[in-house]
């Protein structure tokens, strides 16, 4: 027993051996704290399926939609002389475009469509054209368990259908094509078909209809966050003056790298992680990890050893061959891969602010410059026309690389994708995974507090003052 402890104490003695111990201690620290803090983060190694897509701010912000919403549609008219309507010129013409979905209880368009409007001012309604589009053919009502209720309600400026709207020369040929494109689920390519033509529609319908110079095009299964008109405002504002910026030039194709154009096509509210991530994955030589180490390993080593011959004997002997080897050899890759692996969002996040984006998922929550929405949803019908048009979220892509168009993201992100069962092909386990992790960290104070501020910037005092009062009511 004595002789087993001498070889424990003998073997602590070494540097080496204290120095890999001491890495142990530290990597163990460090997945507990990443358990704890980064399991959110889908391209984390510390992300968990059980508790990745948990709900924070999202749960408290689609309670407060559902109140809105049930006590709107129970009593419309107290609502409408409480928030109004659009005014004659708004600024976003806003268009929600859904389909019935097969689930019990509440429709996801009801709670999408309370977060629209849920503590939004009177002056922010006034500057916003509220349409929901029902794509759902040959008949909405009998398809969409929330087209009549909102038909009858009227709190928005216009509810949208195919029956309704398309002109009568060629409504029954075009429902019908549609009705074929809808009618295999499996067929994926007839599908698209569907989604890209009702996604175009529903831009050219506001295009038509309003002279709002942006027009928000809104997925039927989302949360939009309190405030998120005045702070949408305020960001688009903020894009015209970068647009101005005398550096930038006229749009050539594929010349859409942040800082060279001066027009944009659309503002991104929502974002998944799973978009702006580490381009190599998780592997060692993802990222070109090796060759970092390398380039941080050697440098290092040649410093310590300089270190060591500089130092008195008593401390240079804690510096040996097995401790450098440890920490050249071991730590230093070890760190750089567990930068990487932890998830770029988990240790950078997204600073807040507007800026260029190429990249970004999906389209929950776009909204569009004017000066080209009339030539997209062209572009986007004829797409609808191919056998195989693409999909509606790629294809604003392309006409933006086509015609020299910036894109551009807002950080915090002020939507979030709440549906599970899915509209599309998409399966539900996917549908759940468009997901954005910063949106559960916003604070509902804080986002109240912002909004106050928001508005007073907006339209001055008395708006602010009249705000506060229908809180109040």
């Known amino acids: 027993m004595i002789c087993r402890s001498r070889n424990v104490r003998d073997a602590l003695s070494q540097p080496g051996i204290r120095a890999l111990l001491l890495l142990v201690t530290l990597v163990s620290l460090y997945a507990i704290y990443g358990c704890l803090y980064f399991y959110r983060d889908p391209l984390s190694i510390f992300f968990s399926e059980e508790h990745g897509f948990d709900r924070f701010y999202s749960a408290t912000r689609q309670a407060e939609a559902d109140e809105f919403i049930d006590a709107a549609l129970a009593n419309p008219v107290s609502i409408q002389q409480q928030l109004g309507m659009a005014g004659t010129h708004p600024q976003i013409c806003a268009v929600f475009v859904t389909v019935g979905r097969d689930m019990e209880g509440r429709q996801y368009l009801d709670s999408a469509v309370g977060s629209f409007l849920a503590n939004m001012s009177r002056a922010e309604r006034e500057t916003t054209h509220l349409k ?15 087209y009549a209720k909102f038909l009858e309600a009227g ?27 809808a009618k295999d689920r499996q067929n994926k390519h007839a599908l698209e078909r569907k989604t890209v033509y009702d996604y175009a529609y529903a831009l050219d319908r506001c295009v038509k209809t309003t002279e709002a ?21 305020i960001n688009l504002k903020t894009i015209e003056t970068m647009m101005q910026d005398p550096r930038r030039r006229n749009p050539e ?32 030589r993802s990222n070109n990890i090796h060759i970092i180490s390398i380039a ?49 969002a988990s240790l950078i996040g997204s600073p807040a602010g507007v800026r260029e984006e190429f990249f970004g998922c999906c389209n929950q929550a776009l909204v569009y410059n004017r000066a080209h929405a009339g030539a997209l949803a062209e572009y986007m019908m004829k797409a609808s026309e191919r056998e195989s048009p693409g999909r509606s979220d790629m294809l604003p892509k392309q006409f933006a690389w086509d015609h020299g168009l910036a894109r551009v ?26 997901w954005s992790m910063a949106f559960e960290d916003l604070k509902p104070y804080k986002l109240a507090r912002e909004h106050v501020r928001d508005v007073r910037t907006l339209f001055g005092d008395d708006a602010v ?3 506060r009062k229908q809180s109040l009511g």
């Open 132 to 146: 929901i589009f029902f794509a759902d053919v040959p008949d909405p009502n009998s398809q969409h368990k929330s």
């Open 155 to 181: 709190i928005a400026d216009e509810i949208v259908s195919y029956p309704s709207t398309l002109p009568s020369q060629n409504k029954d040929r075009k429902i019908k094509e549609l009705m074929e494109f």
């Open 213 to 233: 110079p942006y027009i928000a095009l809104l997925e039927g299964d989302i949360l939009l966050a309190d405030g998120w008109a005045a702070r949408t405002l």
């Open 253 to 284: 194709r594929g010349r859409v790298e942040p800082g060279v154009s001066n027009t944009w096509l659309y503002l991104r509210l929502f974002n998944q992680e799973r978009s702006f991530g580490w381009s190599g994955g998780t592997g060692f």
């Open 296 to 344: 941080v390993s050697i440098p290092l080593f040649v410093v310590l050893l300089l270190v060591r011959r500089q130092l008195p004997r008593h401390l240079s002997r804690h510096i040996d061959r097995w401790t450098l080897l440890v920490v050249c050899g071991v730590a230093v890759p070890l760190f750089i891969w567990l930068f990487y692996a932890s998830g770029k």
């Open 409 to 434: 993201s807002a950080y915090p992100m002020l939507a979030q994708h709440s549906g599970r069962v899915s509209a599309i092909d998409t399966s539900n386990d996917e549908a759940k995974r468009v």
């Open 465 to 467: 003052q009249q705000m």
